[in-house]
Protein backbone atom coordinates (compact mmCIF):
# COMPACT_ATOMS: atom_id res chain seq x y z
CA UNK A 1 0.00 0.00 0.00
CA UNK A 2 1.51 3.14 -1.00
CA UNK A 3 1.31 5.95 1.12
CA UNK A 4 -1.40 8.30 -0.04
CA UNK A 5 -3.53 5.28 0.07
CA UNK A 6 -2.24 4.73 3.97
CA UNK A 7 -3.66 7.44 4.60
CA UNK A 8 -7.12 7.17 2.82
CA UNK A 9 -7.22 4.08 4.77
CA UNK A 10 -6.26 5.82 7.93
CA UNK A 11 -8.63 8.74 7.79
CA UNK A 12 -12.57 8.30 9.01
CA UNK A 13 -14.11 10.63 6.13
CA UNK A 14 -17.24 11.06 8.48
CA UNK A 15 -15.53 12.58 11.41
CA UNK A 16 -12.64 14.39 8.98
CA UNK A 17 -15.79 16.37 7.50
CA UNK A 18 -17.69 16.52 11.15
CA UNK A 19 -14.62 19.04 11.96
CA UNK A 20 -15.96 21.25 9.69
CA UNK A 21 -19.57 21.14 8.96
CA UNK A 22 -22.43 19.35 10.99
CA UNK A 23 -23.36 16.09 9.65
CA UNK A 24 -26.70 14.12 10.70
CA UNK A 25 -27.08 10.41 10.31
CA UNK A 26 -29.29 9.88 7.56
CA UNK A 27 -30.25 5.93 7.51
CA UNK A 28 -26.93 4.27 5.84
CA UNK A 29 -25.06 8.02 5.12
CA UNK A 30 -25.04 11.21 6.97
CA UNK A 31 -26.73 14.66 5.33
CA UNK A 32 -25.58 18.15 5.48
CA UNK A 33 -26.10 21.62 4.07
CA UNK A 34 -23.47 21.66 1.47
CA UNK A 35 -20.40 23.92 2.21
CA UNK A 36 -19.60 24.43 -1.54
CA UNK A 37 -22.65 25.90 -2.32
CA UNK A 38 -25.57 28.04 -1.27
CA UNK A 39 -28.71 25.50 -0.40
CA UNK A 40 -31.70 25.17 2.09
CA UNK A 41 -32.01 21.47 2.30
CA UNK A 42 -29.02 19.06 2.25
CA UNK A 43 -27.81 17.80 -0.43
CA UNK A 44 -24.23 16.94 0.72
CA UNK A 45 -23.94 13.33 1.56
CA UNK A 46 -21.24 10.93 3.26
CA UNK A 47 -20.74 7.55 3.15
CA UNK A 48 -18.82 5.82 6.03
CA UNK A 49 -18.96 2.43 4.37
CA UNK A 50 -17.49 3.81 1.28
CA UNK A 51 -15.66 6.51 2.69
CA UNK A 52 -16.49 8.93 -0.05
CA UNK A 53 -18.98 11.79 -0.16
CA UNK A 54 -20.95 13.70 -3.00
CA UNK A 55 -23.26 16.54 -3.28
CA UNK A 56 -25.96 16.28 -5.38
CA UNK A 57 -26.44 20.20 -5.72
CA UNK A 58 -23.40 21.41 -7.03
CA UNK A 59 -21.89 17.65 -8.19
CA UNK A 60 -18.56 17.50 -6.33
CA UNK A 61 -17.82 14.70 -4.73
CA UNK A 62 -14.65 12.77 -3.62
CA UNK A 63 -12.69 11.47 -0.93
CA UNK A 64 -10.88 12.75 2.09
CA UNK A 65 -8.32 14.66 0.25
CA UNK A 66 -10.40 15.74 -2.43
CA UNK A 67 -13.15 17.03 0.25
CA UNK A 68 -10.55 18.72 1.96
CA UNK A 69 -8.57 20.55 -0.91
CA UNK A 70 -12.06 21.74 -1.99
CA UNK A 71 -12.70 23.07 2.03
CA UNK A 72 -9.41 24.81 1.94
CA UNK A 73 -9.07 25.51 -1.08
CA UNK A 74 -4.97 23.35 -1.13
CA UNK A 75 -3.63 21.61 -3.49
CA UNK A 76 -2.58 17.74 -2.98
CA UNK A 77 0.24 17.77 -1.56
CA UNK A 78 -1.24 19.84 1.23
CA UNK A 79 -4.17 18.16 1.93
CA UNK A 80 -1.76 14.67 1.85
CA UNK A 81 0.59 16.39 4.34
CA UNK A 82 -2.25 17.50 6.49
CA UNK A 83 -4.15 14.59 6.15
CA UNK A 84 -0.74 12.17 6.82
CA UNK A 85 -0.32 14.11 10.22
CA UNK A 86 -3.97 13.73 11.79
CA UNK A 87 -3.44 10.07 10.46
CA UNK A 88 0.13 9.45 12.32
CA UNK A 89 1.72 8.80 9.23
CA UNK A 90 5.26 9.49 8.11
CA UNK A 91 5.22 10.98 5.06
CA UNK A 92 8.91 9.85 2.92
CA UNK A 93 11.17 13.15 2.31
CA UNK A 94 12.07 12.55 -1.07
CA UNK A 95 8.36 13.03 -2.04
CA UNK A 96 8.50 16.75 -1.18
CA UNK A 97 12.06 18.24 -1.44
CA UNK A 98 12.13 21.64 -3.00
CA UNK A 99 12.75 21.07 -6.73
CA UNK A 100 8.98 18.98 -7.04
CA UNK A 101 7.08 21.52 -4.21
CA UNK A 102 4.28 22.65 -4.93
CA UNK A 103 3.50 26.37 -6.29
CA UNK A 104 1.64 27.83 -3.17
CA UNK A 105 5.03 25.81 -0.72
CA UNK A 106 6.94 28.65 -2.12
CA UNK A 107 4.42 31.16 -2.07
CA UNK A 108 3.68 30.70 1.64
CA UNK A 109 7.93 30.31 2.27
CA UNK A 110 8.49 33.49 0.31
CA UNK A 111 5.58 34.93 2.38
CA UNK A 112 7.18 34.01 5.77
CA UNK A 113 10.46 35.26 4.77
CA UNK A 114 9.12 38.49 4.22
CA UNK A 115 7.33 38.98 7.67
CA UNK A 116 10.44 37.67 9.40
CA UNK A 117 12.56 40.56 7.61
CA UNK A 118 10.11 43.35 7.81
CA UNK A 119 9.38 42.60 11.71
CA UNK A 120 13.22 42.62 12.05
CA UNK A 121 13.65 46.33 10.30
CA UNK A 122 11.27 47.21 12.54
CA UNK A 123 11.83 46.14 16.12
CA UNK A 124 15.55 45.95 15.39
CA UNK A 125 17.61 48.26 12.70
CA UNK A 126 17.02 52.08 12.77
CA UNK A 127 15.28 51.93 9.47
CA UNK A 128 11.98 50.94 11.70
CA UNK A 129 12.76 53.44 14.30
CA UNK A 130 10.18 56.23 12.75
CA UNK A 131 7.70 53.29 11.96
CA UNK A 132 8.17 51.97 15.50
CA UNK A 133 7.51 55.41 17.47
CA UNK A 134 4.50 56.21 15.41
CA UNK A 135 2.74 52.73 16.72
CA UNK A 136 3.64 52.86 19.93
CA UNK A 137 3.30 56.27 20.97
CA UNK A 138 0.46 57.57 18.37
CA UNK A 139 -1.57 54.26 18.38
CA UNK A 140 -0.81 53.07 21.69
CA UNK A 141 0.29 49.66 20.70
CA UNK A 142 2.52 47.78 22.76
CA UNK A 143 5.45 46.17 21.58
CA UNK A 144 4.55 42.22 23.02
CA UNK A 145 1.16 43.04 20.95
CA UNK A 146 3.84 44.26 17.75
CA UNK A 147 5.65 40.64 18.23
CA UNK A 148 2.14 38.80 18.28
CA UNK A 149 0.58 40.21 15.46
CA UNK A 150 4.84 39.86 13.92
CA UNK A 151 3.73 43.51 12.56
CA UNK A 152 6.90 45.12 10.38
CA UNK A 153 8.25 47.71 8.18
CA UNK A 154 8.81 48.34 4.73
CA UNK A 155 11.67 50.09 3.61
CA UNK A 156 11.43 53.00 1.03
CA UNK A 157 14.76 51.76 -0.58
CA UNK A 158 12.94 50.45 -3.64
CA UNK A 159 14.90 47.06 -3.40
CA UNK A 160 15.58 45.48 -0.20
CA UNK A 161 13.66 42.99 0.22
CA UNK A 162 13.98 41.70 -3.07
CA UNK A 163 17.47 41.84 -3.06
CA UNK A 164 17.25 39.71 0.12
CA UNK A 165 15.00 37.21 -1.23
CA UNK A 166 17.10 37.07 -5.06
CA UNK A 167 20.36 36.74 -3.56
CA UNK A 168 20.39 35.49 0.08
CA UNK A 169 17.60 33.02 -0.15
CA UNK A 170 17.97 32.08 -3.31
CA UNK A 171 14.92 32.58 -4.98
CA UNK A 172 13.74 33.47 -8.88
CA UNK A 173 12.49 36.57 -9.72
CA UNK A 174 9.19 34.89 -10.97
CA UNK A 175 8.32 33.55 -7.00
CA UNK A 176 8.79 37.17 -6.13
CA UNK A 177 5.94 38.24 -8.76
CA UNK A 178 3.98 35.68 -8.29
CA UNK A 179 4.04 36.32 -4.26
CA UNK A 180 3.22 39.70 -5.01
CA UNK A 181 6.12 40.93 -3.03
CA UNK A 182 7.78 42.48 -6.17
CA UNK A 183 6.69 43.97 -9.55
CA UNK A 184 9.08 44.41 -12.56
CA UNK A 185 10.34 47.38 -14.71
CA UNK A 186 12.36 46.84 -17.44
CA UNK A 187 14.38 43.82 -16.41
CA UNK A 188 14.45 45.10 -12.68
CA UNK A 189 12.16 43.69 -9.75
CA UNK A 190 11.27 46.47 -7.07
CA UNK A 191 9.67 46.49 -3.58
CA UNK A 192 5.72 45.93 -3.89
CA UNK A 193 5.46 47.60 -0.24
CA UNK A 194 7.83 50.46 0.02
CA UNK A 195 8.01 52.99 3.64
CA UNK A 196 5.08 51.27 4.74
CA UNK A 197 3.86 49.80 8.31
CA UNK A 198 3.47 45.89 7.32
CA UNK A 199 0.72 43.60 8.70
CA UNK A 200 1.33 39.75 7.88
CA UNK A 201 -2.14 38.06 6.49
CA UNK A 202 -1.95 34.69 8.25
CA UNK A 203 -4.49 31.95 7.17
CA UNK A 204 -5.80 29.81 9.95
CA UNK A 205 -3.15 27.40 9.41
CA UNK A 206 -0.60 29.83 10.18
CA UNK A 207 0.62 30.43 7.00
CA UNK A 208 1.40 33.86 5.37
CA UNK A 209 -0.63 34.68 2.40
CA UNK A 210 -0.29 38.22 2.05
CA UNK A 211 0.36 41.94 3.35
CA UNK A 212 -1.21 45.18 4.37
CA UNK A 213 0.82 48.03 4.50
CA UNK A 214 -0.45 51.01 6.26
CA UNK A 215 1.34 54.56 5.50
CA UNK A 216 3.22 56.06 8.65
CA UNK A 217 0.89 59.45 6.66
CA UNK A 218 -3.01 60.17 7.51
CA UNK A 219 -2.63 61.88 4.23
CA UNK A 220 -2.78 60.16 0.93
CA UNK A 221 -4.47 58.43 -1.42
CA UNK A 222 -4.16 55.28 -0.66
CA UNK A 223 -3.63 54.64 3.10
CA UNK A 224 -3.54 50.62 2.75
CA UNK A 225 -2.60 48.85 -0.17
CA UNK A 226 -3.01 44.95 -0.01
CA UNK A 227 -0.76 42.26 -1.28
CA UNK A 228 -2.77 41.53 -4.64
CA UNK A 229 -4.30 38.59 -5.46
CA UNK A 230 -2.54 35.69 -5.86
CA UNK A 231 -2.57 32.00 -5.49
CA UNK A 232 -3.03 31.75 -1.77
CA UNK A 233 -4.15 35.22 -1.01
CA UNK A 234 -7.80 36.35 -1.99
CA UNK A 235 -8.86 39.39 -0.11
CA UNK A 236 -12.66 38.44 0.19
CA UNK A 237 -11.29 34.41 1.52
CA UNK A 238 -9.22 35.71 4.71
CA UNK A 239 -9.64 37.34 8.14
CA UNK A 240 -6.53 39.74 9.55
CA UNK A 241 -6.42 37.96 13.50
CA UNK A 242 -7.97 34.81 12.81
CA UNK A 243 -4.52 32.59 13.71
CA UNK A 244 -4.39 34.65 16.89
CA UNK A 245 -7.83 34.69 17.90
CA UNK A 246 -9.41 31.32 16.61
CA UNK A 247 -9.06 29.47 19.85
CA UNK A 248 -10.67 32.51 22.00
CA UNK A 249 -13.69 32.46 18.94
CA UNK A 250 -13.97 28.95 19.93
CA UNK A 251 -13.80 28.86 23.24
CA UNK A 252 -16.26 31.94 23.71
CA UNK A 253 -18.47 31.06 20.34
CA UNK A 254 -18.58 34.36 18.95
CA UNK A 255 -16.75 36.40 16.83
CA UNK A 256 -16.45 39.97 17.25
CA UNK A 257 -15.94 41.19 13.41
CA UNK A 258 -14.07 44.75 12.59
CA UNK A 259 -13.06 46.47 9.26
CA UNK A 260 -9.31 47.22 10.22
CA UNK A 261 -5.96 45.71 11.52
CA UNK A 262 -5.94 48.20 14.80
CA UNK A 263 -9.26 47.55 15.38
CA UNK A 264 -8.49 43.61 16.20
CA UNK A 265 -5.04 45.42 18.06
CA UNK A 266 -7.10 47.42 19.92
CA UNK A 267 -9.35 44.87 21.27
CA UNK A 268 -6.77 42.62 21.73
CA UNK A 269 -4.61 44.43 24.06
CA UNK A 270 -8.00 45.51 26.04
CA UNK A 271 -8.48 41.76 26.62
CA UNK A 272 -10.63 41.23 24.13
CA UNK A 273 -9.37 38.21 21.99
CA UNK A 274 -12.26 36.86 19.58
CA UNK A 275 -11.94 39.53 17.03
CA UNK A 276 -11.13 39.61 13.61
CA UNK A 277 -11.07 41.96 10.52
CA UNK A 278 -12.80 41.68 7.21
CA UNK A 279 -9.83 43.00 3.99
CA UNK A 280 -12.87 45.22 2.60
CA UNK A 281 -16.29 46.49 2.89
CA UNK A 282 -18.06 43.66 4.60
CA UNK A 283 -17.70 39.48 4.65
CA UNK A 284 -17.79 37.59 1.69
CA UNK A 285 -19.81 34.32 1.48
CA UNK A 286 -16.11 32.54 1.56
CA UNK A 287 -15.48 34.49 5.23
CA UNK A 288 -18.87 33.95 6.09
CA UNK A 289 -18.01 29.75 5.62
CA UNK A 290 -14.64 29.92 7.35
CA UNK A 291 -15.94 32.03 10.64
CA UNK A 292 -18.99 29.81 10.93
CA UNK A 293 -16.26 26.86 11.88
CA UNK A 294 -15.33 28.56 14.63
CA UNK A 295 -18.77 30.61 16.16
CA UNK A 296 -22.16 30.25 16.64
CA UNK A 297 -22.60 33.71 16.85
CA UNK A 298 -21.10 36.94 15.06
CA UNK A 299 -20.91 40.45 16.38
CA UNK A 300 -20.39 43.13 13.93
CA UNK A 301 -18.33 45.99 14.81
CA UNK A 302 -18.29 48.13 11.67
CA UNK A 303 -17.24 52.04 11.49
CA UNK A 304 -19.74 54.31 12.09
CA UNK A 305 -20.70 55.49 9.39
CA UNK A 306 -22.55 55.65 6.10
CA UNK A 307 -20.03 52.94 4.57
CA UNK A 308 -20.30 50.83 7.86
CA UNK A 309 -23.81 50.85 7.67
CA UNK A 310 -23.76 49.45 4.25
CA UNK A 311 -21.40 46.57 4.95
CA UNK A 312 -23.62 44.94 7.42
CA UNK A 313 -26.37 44.88 4.87
CA UNK A 314 -23.95 43.53 2.10
CA UNK A 315 -22.96 40.86 5.61
CA UNK A 316 -25.91 39.90 6.29
CA UNK A 317 -27.19 37.46 3.60
CA UNK A 318 -24.12 35.17 4.35
CA UNK A 319 -23.78 35.02 7.98
CA UNK A 320 -27.87 34.05 7.95
CA UNK A 321 -27.49 30.73 5.28
CA UNK A 322 -24.54 29.61 7.79
CA UNK A 323 -27.20 29.60 10.18
CA UNK A 324 -25.35 32.04 12.84
CA UNK A 325 -26.79 34.50 15.26
CA UNK A 326 -25.58 37.77 14.33
CA UNK A 327 -25.71 40.87 16.46
CA UNK A 328 -24.12 45.05 16.05
CA UNK A 329 -22.25 46.30 18.26
CA UNK A 330 -22.38 50.22 18.50
CA UNK A 331 -20.14 52.82 19.06
CA UNK A 332 -22.05 56.09 18.52
CA UNK A 333 -19.41 58.22 20.31
CA UNK A 334 -16.36 57.01 18.27
CA UNK A 335 -15.76 56.63 15.27
CA UNK A 336 -14.68 53.08 15.24
CA UNK A 337 -13.77 50.04 17.69
CA UNK A 338 -10.35 51.18 17.76
CA UNK A 339 -11.09 54.61 18.76
CA UNK A 340 -14.11 53.79 20.98
CA UNK A 341 -11.84 51.37 23.10
CA UNK A 342 -8.85 54.16 23.61
CA UNK A 343 -11.43 56.57 24.35
CA UNK A 344 -13.38 54.57 26.98
CA UNK A 345 -12.57 51.07 27.01
CA UNK A 346 -15.47 50.26 30.22
CA UNK A 347 -17.91 52.24 28.00
CA UNK A 348 -16.62 49.71 24.71
CA UNK A 349 -17.44 46.27 26.84
CA UNK A 350 -20.54 47.65 28.20
CA UNK A 351 -21.43 48.07 24.68
CA UNK A 352 -20.16 44.64 23.93
CA UNK A 353 -22.07 43.06 26.47
CA UNK A 354 -25.38 44.95 25.11
CA UNK A 355 -25.11 44.16 21.58
CA UNK A 356 -28.05 44.61 19.69
CA UNK A 357 -29.84 41.97 17.05
CA UNK A 358 -28.81 43.11 13.16
CA UNK A 359 -32.49 42.94 12.78
CA UNK A 360 -33.69 44.97 15.85
CA UNK A 361 -30.46 47.20 14.57
CA UNK A 362 -31.63 47.64 10.77
CA UNK A 363 -35.66 48.11 11.71
CA UNK A 364 -34.44 51.30 14.28
CA UNK A 365 -31.85 52.85 11.55
CA UNK A 366 -34.71 52.65 8.98
CA UNK A 367 -37.48 53.89 12.00
CA UNK A 368 -35.18 56.96 11.95
CA UNK A 369 -34.98 57.40 8.16
CA UNK A 370 -38.19 56.90 7.37
CA UNK A 371 -41.07 57.89 8.61
CA UNK A 372 -43.31 55.11 9.95
CA UNK A 373 -46.58 56.86 10.09
CA UNK A 374 -46.96 57.25 6.45
CA UNK A 375 -47.41 55.39 3.74
CA UNK A 376 -44.43 56.12 1.75
CA UNK A 377 -42.78 55.04 5.15
CA UNK A 378 -44.16 52.27 5.66
CA UNK A 379 -43.30 51.04 2.45
CA UNK A 380 -40.09 52.48 1.82
CA UNK A 381 -38.84 50.78 5.61
CA UNK A 382 -40.80 47.40 4.30
CA UNK A 383 -39.08 47.22 1.22
CA UNK A 384 -35.90 47.27 2.21
CA UNK A 385 -36.47 44.82 5.55
CA UNK A 386 -38.08 42.36 3.96
CA UNK A 387 -35.46 41.54 2.03
CA UNK A 388 -33.39 40.56 5.04
CA UNK A 389 -36.37 38.95 6.91
CA UNK A 390 -36.94 36.92 4.05
CA UNK A 391 -33.74 35.19 4.20
CA UNK A 392 -33.92 33.95 8.03
CA UNK A 393 -33.31 30.45 8.02
CA UNK A 394 -35.10 29.93 11.57
CA UNK A 395 -38.82 30.26 10.72
CA UNK A 396 -39.65 30.93 14.58
CA UNK A 397 -37.01 33.70 14.95
CA UNK A 398 -38.77 35.06 11.06
CA UNK A 399 -42.14 34.96 12.59
CA UNK A 400 -40.89 36.91 15.51
CA UNK A 401 -39.52 39.89 13.28
CA UNK A 402 -42.32 39.27 10.66
CA UNK A 403 -45.06 40.32 13.51
CA UNK A 404 -42.37 42.57 15.26
CA UNK A 405 -42.97 44.71 12.11
CA UNK A 406 -46.05 44.41 11.43
CA UNK A 407 -46.52 45.97 14.80
CA UNK A 408 -43.78 48.80 14.31
CA UNK A 409 -45.42 50.29 11.28
CA UNK A 410 -49.10 49.68 12.18
CA UNK A 411 -49.95 46.86 9.52
CA UNK A 412 -51.67 43.56 9.74
CA UNK A 413 -49.90 40.56 9.94
CA UNK A 414 -51.34 39.04 7.03
CA UNK A 415 -50.14 42.07 5.05
CA UNK A 416 -46.81 41.71 5.71
CA UNK A 417 -46.86 37.68 4.87
CA UNK A 418 -47.92 38.74 1.59
CA UNK A 419 -45.14 40.90 0.59
CA UNK A 420 -42.65 37.96 1.74
CA UNK A 421 -44.55 35.75 -0.38
CA UNK A 422 -43.99 38.54 -3.44
CA UNK A 423 -40.75 38.18 -2.40
CA UNK A 424 -40.43 34.58 -2.63
CA UNK A 425 -41.94 34.54 -6.06
CA UNK A 426 -39.59 36.59 -7.46
CA UNK A 427 -36.61 34.82 -6.14
CA UNK A 428 -38.24 31.64 -7.32
CA UNK A 429 -38.83 32.94 -10.57
CA UNK A 430 -34.89 34.17 -11.54
CA UNK A 431 -33.99 30.75 -10.00
CA UNK A 432 -36.14 29.00 -12.46
CA UNK A 433 -34.89 31.52 -15.29
CA UNK A 434 -31.84 29.85 -14.72
CA UNK A 435 -32.08 26.27 -14.59
CA UNK A 436 -30.91 24.62 -17.25
CA UNK A 437 -33.11 22.96 -20.42
CA UNK A 438 -31.53 20.11 -21.56
CA UNK A 439 -30.36 18.38 -18.08
CA UNK A 440 -34.14 17.03 -17.74
CA UNK A 441 -34.20 13.42 -17.16
CA UNK A 442 -37.45 10.84 -17.79
CA UNK A 443 -39.39 9.35 -14.91
CA UNK A 444 -38.20 6.22 -15.11
CA UNK A 445 -34.50 7.26 -15.04
CA UNK A 446 -35.31 9.25 -11.91
CA UNK A 447 -36.99 6.35 -9.96
CA UNK A 448 -34.60 3.78 -11.27
CA UNK A 449 -32.26 5.93 -9.48
CA UNK A 450 -34.43 6.11 -6.51
CA UNK A 451 -35.23 2.72 -5.97
CA UNK A 452 -31.44 1.42 -6.78
CA UNK A 453 -31.05 4.24 -3.51
CA UNK A 454 -33.60 2.56 -1.35
CA UNK A 455 -32.48 -0.40 -2.46
CA UNK A 456 -28.57 -0.20 -1.31
CA UNK A 457 -28.93 1.89 1.83
CA UNK A 458 -31.44 -0.29 3.90
CA UNK A 459 -30.25 -2.32 5.87
CA UNK A 460 -32.20 -5.30 4.96
CA UNK A 461 -30.59 -5.00 1.59
CA UNK A 462 -31.65 -8.84 0.32
CA UNK A 463 -35.40 -8.51 1.44
CA UNK A 464 -35.98 -5.47 -0.12
CA UNK A 465 -33.88 -6.15 -3.28
CA UNK A 466 -35.65 -9.57 -3.64
CA UNK A 467 -39.15 -7.96 -3.36
CA UNK A 468 -38.34 -5.55 -6.32
CA UNK A 469 -36.75 -8.16 -8.45
CA UNK A 470 -39.97 -9.91 -8.10
CA UNK A 471 -42.13 -7.10 -9.20
CA UNK A 472 -40.20 -6.03 -12.38
CA UNK A 473 -39.08 -9.90 -13.79
CA UNK A 474 -39.61 -10.02 -17.30
CA UNK A 475 -38.27 -6.03 -17.59
CA UNK A 476 -35.03 -4.22 -18.13
CA UNK A 477 -34.21 -0.72 -16.18
CA UNK A 478 -33.83 1.64 -19.28
CA UNK A 479 -30.92 3.36 -17.74
CA UNK A 480 -27.98 0.78 -18.97
CA UNK A 481 -25.81 1.11 -15.88
CA UNK A 482 -28.58 1.03 -13.75
CA UNK A 483 -29.58 -2.54 -15.18
CA UNK A 484 -25.85 -3.94 -14.86
CA UNK A 485 -26.19 -3.12 -11.09
CA UNK A 486 -29.07 -4.63 -10.39
CA UNK A 487 -27.45 -7.75 -12.82
CA UNK A 488 -24.67 -7.40 -10.39
CA UNK A 489 -26.52 -7.73 -7.10
CA UNK A 490 -28.72 -10.50 -8.54
CA UNK A 491 -25.12 -12.39 -9.20
CA UNK A 492 -24.04 -11.14 -5.76
CA UNK A 493 -27.38 -12.80 -3.69
CA UNK A 494 -27.22 -16.17 -5.44
CA UNK A 495 -23.54 -16.45 -3.50
CA UNK A 496 -24.13 -14.36 0.02
CA UNK A 497 -27.23 -13.42 1.51
CA UNK A 498 -25.35 -10.56 3.70
CA UNK A 499 -24.12 -7.21 1.83
CA UNK A 500 -21.68 -4.94 2.39
CA UNK A 501 -21.33 -1.67 0.20
CA UNK A 502 -17.99 -1.48 0.29
CA UNK A 503 -16.91 -4.62 -0.57
CA UNK A 504 -19.54 -4.60 -3.28
CA UNK A 505 -18.00 -2.09 -4.81
CA UNK A 506 -14.99 -3.39 -5.17
CA UNK A 507 -16.19 -5.94 -7.56
CA UNK A 508 -18.04 -3.74 -9.79
CA UNK A 509 -16.50 -2.56 -12.85
CA UNK A 510 -15.14 1.51 -13.51
CA UNK A 511 -17.35 2.21 -15.31
CA UNK A 512 -20.10 1.47 -13.00
CA UNK A 513 -18.23 2.99 -9.66
CA UNK A 514 -19.59 6.30 -10.42
CA UNK A 515 -23.43 5.30 -10.98
CA UNK A 516 -23.18 3.07 -7.90
CA UNK A 517 -21.75 5.82 -5.69
CA UNK A 518 -24.53 8.21 -6.68
CA UNK A 519 -27.30 5.55 -5.83
CA UNK A 520 -25.26 4.97 -2.52
CA UNK A 521 -25.48 8.12 -1.53
CA UNK A 522 -28.72 9.61 -2.56
CA UNK A 523 -30.63 11.71 -0.20
CA UNK A 524 -33.15 9.69 1.03
CA UNK A 525 -36.45 10.69 2.80
CA UNK A 526 -36.94 9.74 6.66
CA UNK A 527 -39.00 7.25 6.61
CA UNK A 528 -41.03 7.00 10.60
CA UNK A 529 -40.78 2.64 10.37
CA UNK A 530 -39.65 0.02 8.33
CA UNK A 531 -43.14 -1.13 6.85
CA UNK A 532 -43.03 2.41 5.42
CA UNK A 533 -39.78 1.96 3.92
CA UNK A 534 -40.91 -0.96 2.37
CA UNK A 535 -44.31 0.65 1.69
CA UNK A 536 -41.91 3.27 -0.40
CA UNK A 537 -40.08 0.66 -2.27
CA UNK A 538 -43.84 -1.02 -3.15
CA UNK A 539 -44.78 2.15 -4.65
CA UNK A 540 -41.54 2.73 -7.00
CA UNK A 541 -41.35 -0.58 -8.35
CA UNK A 542 -45.03 -0.69 -8.81
CA UNK A 543 -45.09 2.58 -10.38
CA UNK A 544 -41.80 1.28 -12.76
CA UNK A 545 -43.47 -1.88 -13.31
CA UNK A 546 -46.49 0.26 -14.93
CA UNK A 547 -44.06 2.90 -16.73
CA UNK A 548 -42.16 -0.26 -18.49
CA UNK A 549 -45.69 -1.82 -19.48
CA UNK A 550 -46.77 1.65 -20.97
CA UNK A 551 -43.55 2.21 -22.84
CA UNK A 552 -43.91 -1.91 -24.04
CA UNK A 553 -47.78 -1.32 -25.14
CA UNK A 554 -46.58 1.99 -27.50
CA UNK A 555 -43.99 0.40 -29.01
CA UNK A 556 -45.92 -2.72 -29.59
CA UNK A 557 -48.77 -0.47 -31.21
CA UNK A 558 -46.31 0.94 -33.35
CA UNK A 559 -45.50 -2.72 -34.53
CA UNK A 560 -49.11 -3.47 -35.22
CA UNK A 561 -50.36 0.04 -37.29
CA UNK A 562 -46.32 -0.78 -38.86
CA UNK A 563 -47.68 -4.36 -39.94
CA UNK A 564 -51.47 -4.14 -41.17
CA UNK A 565 -49.52 -1.69 -43.71
CA UNK A 566 -47.59 -4.26 -44.82
CA UNK A 567 -50.10 -6.97 -44.61
CA UNK A 568 -48.00 -9.35 -42.51
CA UNK A 569 -51.13 -11.47 -40.83
CA UNK A 570 -49.13 -14.05 -38.94
CA UNK A 571 -46.72 -12.04 -37.08
CA UNK A 572 -49.92 -9.55 -36.53
CA UNK A 573 -51.72 -11.99 -34.51
CA UNK A 574 -49.00 -12.73 -32.52
CA UNK A 575 -48.57 -9.05 -31.68
CA UNK A 576 -52.52 -8.50 -30.59
CA UNK A 577 -52.22 -11.27 -28.37
CA UNK A 578 -49.13 -9.97 -26.89
CA UNK A 579 -50.54 -6.24 -27.00
CA UNK A 580 -53.65 -7.59 -25.27
CA UNK A 581 -51.51 -9.80 -22.03
CA UNK A 582 -49.91 -6.65 -21.69
CA UNK A 583 -52.90 -4.38 -21.37
CA UNK A 584 -54.40 -7.33 -19.00
CA UNK A 585 -51.19 -7.07 -17.20
CA UNK A 586 -51.45 -3.32 -16.52
CA UNK A 587 -54.77 -3.64 -15.07
CA UNK A 588 -53.46 -5.70 -12.61
Not at 386 to 414: A, R
Request: net charge positive.
Amino acid sequence: MDQVAQVREKTDIVALISEYIPLKKMGRNFKALCPFHSEKTPSFVASPERQIWHCFGCNLGGDCFTFLMNYENLEFPEALRILAKKAGVELAQFRFEKGVSSEKEILYALNHLAAEFYHYLLTKHNVGKAALLYLTQKRGVLLPLITTFKLGFAPRIGNALSNYLLKKKGYKKEDLLKAGLAFQRGSDVFDFFQGRIMFPLFDHRDNVVGFSGRSLSDGVPSKYINTKETLVYQKGSHFFGLNISKEEIKKESRAIIVEGEFDVISLFQGGIRNAVAVKGSGLTENQANLISRFAQKASLCFDQDLAGQEAIKRSLPFLEQKGLTTTVIETPDAKDPDEAIRKNEAAFKKALRNDVGVYDFLLAKLKRLYDPKTADGKRKISEELLVFLSEIQNEIVKEHYLKKLSLELDVSYESVLRQVEKIKSKKEEKINSKSSAGLSRTREEVLEEYLLALILQTEEVLGIFTKAKDILAGFELSVPSHQRIFERLTLHFDKSKSFNGKLFAKTLPQELLSSFDTCFLFPLPKFSTSDRYQEEVEKIVNELRTLYLKSKIRLISERIKSHEKEGRREELETLKKEFSRLVSSLSK
